[in-house]
């Protein structure tokens, strides 16, 4: 029996970050991963592959709407759908190779095979022709992620009702798009398919969208993409869907009850959600306890219940992040090793990649406002910033909250061009404890983007310039 300092369950970003820091630190390691592929969600089926459909779709509206405001003649362009599904491959199987070479880098063994947790110390894994081999360690680290969340008596064949999963590879543009659930994921998958041609509802059981999000930046969000042409039945629940005929029937109800209507579409996205991926994982039988949502229970250091196993990232409380569970395992793998660990909860930042995108780190109105904390508002449009002007992205503002005592930073919120970018400024003067006042000392470059931060946060102390 092959024996370790550390085996690791998964490979996704939480899990190949985990066993590459435990290498550095001289830890024996081995990764143990049912796919044919590292990465994990993240890079082969998540973030990389959605991204890659994003920019692309987001390039081809640019040219058909943008490109001819400034002078650039390019004609009418179309969609080869075939060559970017290809670009989008490419990249994924960029990234996914990309961890395999640093696992060899750091000396790091792997196991191809669906692993089960034996007892406290013991990992079996058995790989896809049935073959059982059993590896040892002094700690085992749970980094086995999420899997889609699915609507009662509806199935999904990923060919005409699909997860997020299937909406990256359409074999054509679908006509008429039904999105179940207006959550990050909908929003960005729902939004390609739009830029690309399709006709796009959103059906969601809340009365908003994006639920977490600031409800002032999910509010114009939503006036946005309606703008661009997504329609929105919110307070709504899909009930059943006829897949008998051509086109999918959607039974529609509202959410509080009352008389149903229908939608007819080629496709369903079914985006409400993910859930923590244990199963076959052996934790009944090891004693690991999991709370009523399905989450495996550790401690402030990412122990369980049972001696020498730990969890990270999706199946723990939490955001579903992909950065989450790279801090996390990244502070575990130190805890592994004798060193002091940790992940700051309240500097997390969050983005949604739609055009424009939404980012933001820390409180949003609605948490000070339920936990009674006195705050100030700080906010620009991206109107009145100049290099958004001339990049012709002016939709949007930058939102800061601040103490209204001590006037520390407490949440940042982005809605408008390269938010995915400007968030980190705000996550790292959170994270030194930051003043709004130390925002608006600090010399931003002109003309730039984060220029609109700057005066967000003047404009908390009623000072903004551009304004």
């Given at each position: 029996?092959?024996?370790?300092?550390?085996?690791?369950?998964?490979?996704?970003?939480?899990?190949?970050?985990?066993?590459?820091?435990?290498?550095q630190?001289?830890?024996?390691?081995?990764?143990?991963?049912?796919?044919?592929?590292?990465?994990?969600?993240?890079?082969?089926?998540?973030?990389?592959?959605?991204?890659?459909?994003?920019?692309?779709?987001?390039?081809?509206e640019?040219?058909?709407?943008?490109?001819?405001?400034?002078?650039?003649?390019?004609?009418?362009?179309s969609?080869?759908?075939?060559?970017?599904?290809?670009?989008?491959?490419?990249?994924?199987?960029?990234?996914t190779?990309?961890?395999?070479?640093?696992?060899?880098?750091?000396?790091?063994?792997?196991?191809?095979?669906?692993?089960?947790?034996?007892?406290?110390?013991?990992?079996?894994?058995?790989?896809?022709?049935?073959?059982?081999?059993?590896?040892?360690?002094?700690?085992?680290?749970?980094?086995?992620?999420?899997?889609?969340?699915?609507?009662?008596?509806i199935?999904?064949?990923?060919?005409?009702?699909?997860?997020?999963?299937?909406?990256?590879?359409?074999?054509?543009?679908?006509?008429?798009?039904?999105?179940?659930?207006?959550?990050?994921?909908?929003?960005?998958?729902?939004?390609?398919w739009?830029?690309?041609?399709?006709?796009?509802?959103?059906?969601?059981?809340?009365?908003?969208?994006?639920?977490?999000?600031?409800?002032?930046?999910?509010?114009?969000?939503?006036?946005?993409?309606?703008?661009?042409?997504?329609?929105?039945?919110?307070?709504?629940?899909?009930?059943?869907?006829?897949?008998?005929?051509?086109?999918l029937?959607?039974?529609?109800?509202?959410?509080?009850?009352?008389?149903?209507?229908?939608?007819?579409?080629?496709?369903?996205?079914?985006?409400?959600?993910?859930?923590p991926?244990?199963?076959?994982?052996?934790?009944?039988?090891?004693?690991?306890q999991k709370?009523?949502?399905?989450?495996?229970?550790?401690d402030?250091?990412?122990?369980?219940?049972?001696?020498?196993?730990?969890?990270?990232?999706?199946?723990?409380?939490?955001?579903?992040?992909?950065?989450?569970?790279?801090?996390?395992?990244?502070?575990?793998?130190?805890?592994?090793?004798?060193?002091?660990?940790?992940?700051?909860?309240?500097?997390?930042?969050?983005?949604?990649?739609?055009?424009?995108?939404?980012?933001?780190?820390?409180?949003?109105?609605?948490?000070?406002?339920?936990?009674?904390?006195?705050?100030?508002?700080?906010?620009?449009?991206?109107?009145?910033?100049?290099?958004?002007?001339?990049?012709?992205?002016?939709?949007?503002?930058?939102?800061?909250?601040?103490?209204?005592?001590?006037?520390?930073?407490?949440?940042?919120?982005?809605?408008?061009?390269?938010?995915?970018?400007?968030?980190?400024?705000?996550?790292i003067?959170?994270?030194?404890?930051?003043?709004?006042?130390?925002?608006?000392?600090?010399?931003?470059?002109?003309?730039?983007?984060?220029?609109?931060v700057?005066?967000?946060?003047?404009?908390?102390?009623?000072?903004?310039?551009?304004?």
């Open positions: 029996m092959s024996s370790y300092d550390l085996i690791v369950i998964g490979s996704g970003p939480g899990g190949y970050e985990c066993a590459i820091r435990a290498a630190l001289g830890l024996q390691t081995a990764v143990v991963e049912k796919w044919p592929t590292f990465g994990g969600t993240c890079l082969n089926v998540g973030c990389i592959p959605s991204k890659a459909l994003l920019h692309a779709s987001e390039t081809y640019e040219a058909g709407h943008k490109f001819g405001q400034m002078g650039i003649k390019v004609g009418t362009p969609v080869d759908l075939p060559t970017l599904l290809k670009y989008k491959q490419q990249n994924v199987d960029a990234n190779k990309g961890v395999d070479f640093l696992f060899k880098k750091n000396k790091i063994e792997t196991f191809r095979g669906v692993g089960r947790i034996v007892a406290s110390g013991q990992v079996e894994v058995k790989d896809d022709g049935g073959k059982t081999q059993y590896l040892e360690a002094k700690a085992i680290v749970i980094a086995t992620g999420s899997d889609v969340a699915r609507l009662n008596g199935d999904i064949d990923e060919k005409r009702i699909v997860s997020s999963t299937g909406a990256l590879d359409f074999p054509a543009v679908p006509q008429r798009l039904v999105v179940v659930g207006a959550g990050v994921i909908g929003m960005e998958l729902g939004s390609v739009r830029r690309l041609g399709a006709q796009v509802t959103v059906v969601e059981f809340l009365d908003h969208i994006l639920p977490g999000i600031d409800g002032e930046v999910a509010r114009q969000f939503q006036r946005l993409q309606e703008k661009q042409g997504i329609a929105f039945r919110l307070s709504s629940k899909v009930t059943a869907i006829d897949t008998s005929g051509k086109t029937k959607i039974k529609v109800e509202p959410a509080a009850g009352g008389a149903a209507t229908m939608l007819e579409a080629d496709i369903v996205l079914v985006a409400i959600g993910r859930v991926y244990t199963d076959g994982l052996g934790l009944e039988a090891a004693g690991v709370d009523n949502r399905g989450r495996v229970l550790i402030e250091h990412f122990r369980t219940n049972v001696a020498g196993i730990y969890a990270i990232g999706d199946v723990v409380a939490g955001p579903m992040l992909a950065h989450k569970a790279e801090d996390e395992g990244i502070a575990v793998a130190e805890i592994i090793a004798g060193k002091a660990g940790h992940v700051n909860y309240d500097v997390i930042p969050n983005v949604v990649y739609t055009s424009p995108e939404i980012a933001s780190v820390g409180k949003t109105e609605e948490e000070l406002k339920a936990a009674g904390v006195a705050y100030q508002v700080g906010k620009f449009p991206f109107t009145a910033n100049a290099r958004a002007r001339t990049n012709l992205a002016t939709d949007g503002f930058v939102k800061i909250l601040a103490d209204a005592k001590t006037d520390r930073v407490l949440g940042v919120h982005i809605l408008g061009p390269d938010a995915e970018a400007l968030i980190a400024e705000a996550a003067a959170m994270e030194f404890g930051a003043s709004s006042e130390d925002i608006a000392r600090t010399c931003h470059a002109h003309p730039t983007l984060s220029e609109a700057k005066e967000a946060a003047l404009a908390v102390a009623k000072r903004a310039i551009n304004m």
